[in-house]
């Protein structure tokens, strides 16, 4: 039974589902002026929290987590490599996971510096005042990984 569900598994995988492959959607977020902005009360928890930005036909995501020292990073719900299969990642047993190809992420680790094609793109953000501020202008050039 298990080889006949991985075997469908990978067919729809492969095949890409039932129709095109379209980023899943996460709780939308939308610009304020030309930036996004989160306020520190929901984001500053020590989790990790998905958004969705729409982009025209596309949804631009993106994850902010807190790393072990309680310092926020954001990246791009997409790697190098695997952004293709508009997958992105997935939390288990405190780790950032990689659908399509399962590299692990340890989520207490403050920089993920790995030199490999499947590793987390870094989306750049500033703390201003009590929120996390990413310029519209970034999200919009990383439409091109959905």
Known sequence: MRRIAFTLF?????????????????????????????????????????????????????????????????????????FKYKLGYFVEDGDLVCWPCRYRYPLADEEWQFIQACSPITLAHRIKGNYLVIKLSRLQRAGKFF
């Open 10 to 82: 990978l067919i729809l995988f492969f095949s890409g589902g039932c129709g095109p492959n379209k980023a899943p959607e996460h709780p939308q977020v939308v610009a304020d002026g030309d930036v996004v902005k989160l306020p520190l009360s929901v984001v500053d928890d020590g989790g990790v929290h998905f958004y969705t930005y729409k982009l025209a036909d596309k949804n631009v995501n993106f994850l902010v987590r807190t790393d072990g020292n309680g310092k926020l990073h954001t990246h791009l719900d997409a790697c190098y490599s695997c």
